[in-house]
């Protein structure tokens, strides 16, 4: 299999750090996003072979623009692969109830979890269009499906799982259901996709490593094509 180039944003930590060891290790091209490069001296992420660092603050929509451009200049022949892995749990570890709601924290989260990765998988849509495997991944959870936030009440009560969480990923389920609307007769194959129970730094009562979950989502996406019905 030849190399591909991949995008992974939040990759300083977690589940994107995971992904990107992941394709590292396959001998892939990774162009890791994190919030400051200078913080990742001398950490994991900044040994790896065949990855290359871009600095992505998504509080600020611009570092978007700045970061896909810089994305262009380290893969002109463009990208295989984008994951939409960064995301927002709590405010500052404030956990968002029902009665401690505020219009600021609801826009903040959505803005980080929705409005980000969705602007960047926009952006980078001619960069992803050079290439013939054209996959856009967004990393999403359980806790934006009714069926287990229903079933799971007691683990997601001890996992104090804020709810503008689910509600902001039941979001980026449906710009990812858009996306695969519009691009997948252009060959796009988009998926959303439930990383599992990880045992995070946001879920600290997860049942499966970061590792583990990044091997089984790199397996599944593997094996996905655009003409794939997996919106079901």
Not at 65 to 84: C, F, K, Q, R
């Amino acid at each position: 299999m030849s190399p591909k180039a991949v995008v992974v944003t939040g990759s300083n930590r977690g589940i994107g750090l995971a992904l990107a060891v992941q394709f590292s290790k396959r001998g892939d091209i990774v162009i890791a996003t994190l919030r400051s490069k200078a913080n990742a001296a001398g950490t994991l992420l900044a040994s790896l072979p065949n990855v290359t660092l871009v600095e992505l603050d998504v509080d600020d929509i611009a570092t978007v623009d700045s970061a896909v451009a810089e994305i262009e200049e380290i893969a002109p022949d463009g990208i295989d692969e984008l994951w939409n892995n960064l995301a927002m749990y709590n405010i500052a570890q404030k956990m968002v109830r029902a009665r401690t709601f505020s219009p600021t924290d609801m826009q903040r989260i959505f803005h980080v979890n929705v409005t980000a990765p969705t602007y960047l998988a926009s952006k980078l849509l001619p960069v992803l269009e050079k290439r013939k495997t054209m996959k856009i991944v967004f990393v999403s959870s359980c806790n934006a499906s009714f069926d287990y936030s229903k079933s799971s009440a007691d683990y997601l009560t001890k996992a104090e799982a804020p709810f503008i969480y689910g509600a902001s990923k039941s979001a980026l389920n449906m710009s990812a259901w858009y996306f695969h609307n519009q691009l997948n007769s252009c060959g796009f194959t988009i998926v959303p996709i439930h990383p599992g129970l990880v045992l995070t730094d946001m879920n600290p009562v997860g049942t499966i490593s970061s590792e583990e979950s990044a091997k089984k989502m790199l397996d599944t996406v593997d094996a996905l094509s655009a003409k794939d019905e997996f919106f079901l």
